[in-house]
């Protein structure tokens, strides 16, 4: 469905989270004449690229009641994309050349958080941002309109209520952790955490930590930690842990398949047979999708990590247009995907773009679903995009109008990807793309001219 043009509609829209999500669709949202307004808890922008050095009281994340520490960062974590292929179309991630700044080609955190804060500054985006407001509540209200509730963390609670036309939800998913079950674990004496709290090996110094996962975290952490570590022991139940075979100089990292049950005595038993006396189990297991803010009488839930009915990962038929959601898909090329997905909602949101009809929005999802469940895929993995992520952001530039991802993009994650894969510890600092990097760097001299 191409778009049409009809007369454009300005709306009042509310966008919650202002970390690189928020961001780029209140630009979006803005070029195309909605009135904006993006509710931030933090007291600054960047959302999970915030660094917080603070942990919960709670180390896996399971008790409701906790305060809540939004970042998962640790401290030594750097992108494991390349700077060229993972900024903003509009706003390319270039080395400043500045001395305080990180010039890597995978830079640390930091750098990321700086490169928002440029987006924002760019583009006046700040301005747009209400900080240290929770929404605590965005509720279904009369024609289609929405009651959003929001708190100032000024230390009084005065709950706010406004109505808004639209709203958007870019609260980000690396906040709400799951963790692996395990059986004997009540009993088990060791200590647990996830890494969502996890920031310095230096508490692990001289421990036996086994790490639960085969994920970017798990391999990062592991390092991190065999610097200090007695031994540093790896379970899980995919393939892709053999990258970890792979490591140089950390001989104590060793790899395990699942852990089938703990012991009294603090003995971890893995499925092969194996055992090992542990003194830690950290999972690097993930996160859940956590709206605890949003009333939509029924019609959106989360149910096994799927948020749904939704239309392309992002309208609810039933409430489409007037609810959204960016950056829900996962093993992606974030920021260009939440492009993609910011334009096509501005523009539906106008009229300038048309939505299918309800019953044709819904047939889509019940067939995708259905896809889905024939090829084997497990329901927690409904928005796990990897392959057809190319194939998702064209569909989606088709619908908006604008150049396709660019061929230098994808050629430039499919070889990191493989250097990762053949060098898991140092493919941050050696690569041999550096013919795309060239043409990466030519073509983003005039495409963010054209946006």
């Known amino acids: 469905m ?3 043009i009809s007369k454009i509609k300005s709306l009042n829209v509310a966008i919650i989270g202002a970390g690189a999500a928020g961001l780029v669709s209140a630009r979006e949202l803005r070029r195309e004449g909605h009135q904006v307004v993006v509710f931030e808890r933090q007291a600054q922008l960047g959302g999970t690229w915030v660094y917080n050095p603070g942990v919960e009281a709670d180390p896996l994340g399971s008790d409701p009641s906790r305060a809540i520490v939004h970042s998962s ?3 030594s974590l750097r992108t494991n994309l390349p700077r060229e292929a993972m900024g903003f179309r509009a706003y390319p991630f270039v080395s400043t050349g500045q001395p305080h700044r990180d010039s890597r080609r995978f830079p640390g955190h930091q750098e990321v958080l700086l490169y928002l804060n440029d987006y924002a500054t760019e583009f006046g985006l700040t301005e747009l ?3 240290e407001t929770e929404v605590v509540y965005a509720g279904l209200f009369e024609d289609g309109k929405w009651k959003v509730r929001s ?9 706010v209520d406004e109505i808004f036309d639209a709203l958007v939800v870019c609260n980000g998913h690396y906040t709400e952790p799951r963790t692996a079950e395990i059986p004997g674990i009540d009993a088990w004496p060791g200590k647990q955490m996830h890494s969502h709290n996890y920031r310095i090996p230096e508490p692990y ?7 639960i996962g085969s994920g970017p975290s798990a391999l990062d952490i592991s390092i991190d930690i065999a610097q200090v ?6 379970a899980s139940r995919s393939d892709e842990a053999e990258v970890l075979r792979k490591q ?5 990292i060793q790899l395990h398949p699942m852990i089938e049950s703990v012991q009294k005595d603090g003995t971890v038993i893995f499925y092969d047979g194996s055992m090992v006396l542990a003194d830690v189990i950290l999972h690097c297991t993930g996160y859940k999708y956590h709206l605890p803010f949003l009333d939509t009488h029924g019609i959106v839930t989360v149910d096994d990590n799927c948020v749904g009915p939704l239309y392309k990962h992002i309208f609810p038929p039933v409430l489409a247009p007037r609810l959204s959601f960016v950056g829900l898909p996962w093993m992606v090329l974030p920021f260009p995907m939440f492009e993609f997905q910011s334009k096509w909602i501005a523009g539906v949101l106008s009229d300038r773009i048309r939505l299918p009809s309800q019953e044709e929005m819904m047939e889509n999802v019940s067939a995708f679903y259905l896809s889905l469940e024939a090829s084997g895929m497990p329901k927690r993995h409904t928005h796990k995009m990897g392959a057809h992520l190319f194939e998702y952001n064209g569909w989606l530039a088709a619908e908006c109008g604008v150049p396709v991802t660019e061929e230098w993009r994808k050629k430039m994650l499919y070889a990191t990807f493989q250097n990762y894969l053949a060098h898991p510890g ?7 793309d550096d013919d795309l990097v060239l043409e990466a760097l030519m073509e983003m001299a005039t495409v963010a001219t054209l946006d």
Do not use: C
């Not at 570590?229 to 790896?234: F, I, M, S, W």
């Not at 140092?426 to 041999?432: I, K």
């Open 73 to 75: 960062l640790y401290a």
């Open 2 to 4: 191409s778009p049409t």
């Open 248 to 252: 140089f100089g950390y001989h104590h």
């Open 426 to 432: 140092t493919y941050r600092d050696a690569w041999e």
């Open 151 to 159: 708190r100032q963390e000024n230390g009084v609670a005065v709950d």
């Open 129 to 131: 941002v209400r900080f």
């Open 205 to 211: 110094r001289d421990l036996v930590v086994i790490l």
């Open 229 to 234: 570590a007695k031994e540093v022991h790896v």
